[in-house]
């Protein structure tokens, strides 16, 4: 299994940016996606993830209404459009594949993309 995410970057404060995860060797449209971010001396979270056929999606207050998930199954990829961004948004951003909805826990995880918000 394979999730290799990019679009990472610097961007100034109230920026956009969008990353991308492309998936192998799993079946993608089966799989519930999320993606999780790491701080420098915090835990990962999950900033959002969207269901298997895409009919639903969650994001934490912390993020909502400034970062979007979708997804492609025909591609095999999952998106992470971010807007508005803070200084506090500065981490390394994983795509994963949940396990299960909701307990956000993760079956396979991407290597990480560094997102950096200059203020």
């Known amino acids: 299994v394979q999730l290799q995410a990019s679009g990472g970057g610097l961007v100034q404060a109230g920026g956009s940016l969008r990353l991308s995860c492309a998936a192998s060797?799993?079946?993608?449209?089966?799989?519930?996606m999320g993606w999780f971010r790491q701080a420098p001396g915090k835990d990962r979270e999950c900033v959002a993830a969207?269901?298997?056929?895409?009919?639903?999606?969650y994001c934490p207050d912390s993020v909502k209404g400034r970062f979007t998930i979708s997804r492609d199954n025909a591609k095999n990829m999952v998106y992470l459009q971010m807007n508005s961004l803070k200084f506090e948004d500065t981490a390394v951003y994983y795509c994963?594949?949940?396990?299960?909805?909701?307990?956000?826990?993760?079956?396979?995880w991407g290597k990480g993309t560094l997102v950096t918000v200059s203020t």
């Open positions: 969207i269901h298997w056929d895409g009919s639903s999606t």
């Open positions: 060797g799993l079946p993608f449209s089966t799989y519930h």
């Open positions: 994963a594949a949940l396990r299960t909805w909701g307990a956000w826990t993760v079956n396979y």
